[in-house]
């Protein structure tokens, strides 16, 4: 389950070991595309890299939104 974090949690929480994030954009029809993408803090921007004729560069450079998930993927658990 999702919580919030207080000013400054955030950055810790993604700054801790090596995390990979999902970002996700949107294709030029509308429809998602999300990718893994491993990515450190600068201050308070998020950095990543990708070439500019991949989708994702293509989709960002097309339309400059996109949203960043990072879990920690050691307390998540599964159902049987």
């Known amino acids: ?30 429809s998602p595309h999300v990718v893994p993408v491993w990515f450190v803090l600068d201050g308070g921007d998020v950095l990543f890299n990708t070439g500019k004729t991949s989708v994702k560069g293509r989709n960002l450079a097309r339309d400059g939104r996109a949203v960043l998930c990072v879990d920690d993927e050691k307390t998540r658990r599964t159902r049987s």
């Open 1 to 30: 389950m999702a919580k919030s974090m207080i000013d400054g949690q955030w950055q810790q929480f993604v700054s801790y070991g090596t995390r990979t994030g999902k970002l996700a954009t949107t294709r030029a029809d509308g």
